[in-house]
């Protein structure tokens, strides 16, 4: 069984930074790709990032390039999500998740709540 653990989250005023952590853990850890989610309020959950574990690649909803960073610690298990210039629209729960063997994700994380305050 996989888990992930999401962490970083907080209160930040518009114009601020945040870096969120997913760490994973449970049998051996094997990804077809990671990505970040989030969910506002009343709203649906959307893409926000992914990356393929295997080469790096890596991908952006439109509405936070430029801002938004993906990365990882292959030796910690653990994705990142660097966001520059966050506004108040960020706001939401953001979540963690893993293809184990495809784009399509099977294992997800419980989020970790983004507060950005006008």
């Known amino acids: 069984q996989v888990q992930l653990l999401e962490s970083g989250g907080g209160l930040v005023q518009a114009g601020g930074s945040l870096r969120l952590s997913c760490a994973v853990s449970g049998r051996t850890f094997s990804a077809y790709v990671m990505g970040w989610f989030r969910q506002a309020p009343g709203k649906e959950r959307e893409f926000v990032s992914a990356?393929?574990?295997?080469?790096?690649?890596?991908y952006y909803a439109n509405f936070v390039k430029g801002r938004f960073t993906i990365s990882r610690d292959n030796a910690k298990h653990t994705l990142y999500l660097q966001m520059n210039s966050l506004q108040p629209e960020d706001t939401a729960i953001y979540y963690c998740?893993?293809?184990?063997?495809?784009?399509?994700?099977?294992?997800w994380g419980r989020g970790t709540q983004v507060t950005v305050s006008a």
């Open positions: 998740a893993v293809g184990s063997i495809s784009d399509s994700y099977d294992y």
């Open positions: 990356m393929r574990w295997r080469y790096g690649n890596t």
